[in-house]
């Protein structure tokens, strides 16, 4: 197997755990604080998603 393949294999797989790990973070943590804080909780998340690049894709 050629070490290029390897290497762009593994950058694929530590990439997903880290997008499977960050969705986790963002459902499981960060959506429940925001709930929790009400009003203040959702402007923090408004600033987060309109202001900066926390939401580009």
Request: net charge neutral; hydrophobic share 75%.
């Given at each position: 197997m050629n070490l290029l393949m390897?290497?762009?294999r593994l950058i694929h797989?530590?990439?997903g755990v880290f997008?499977?790990?960050t969705s986790f973070f963002n459902l499981a943590f960060?959506?429940?604080t925001v709930n929790a804080t009400g009003d203040e909780g959702r402007k923090?998340?408004?600033h987060l998603m309109f202001k900066t690049r926390f939401s580009a894709t």
């Open positions: 390897v290497v762009l797989i530590f990439a997008w499977a790990g960060l959506t429940n923090v998340f408004q």
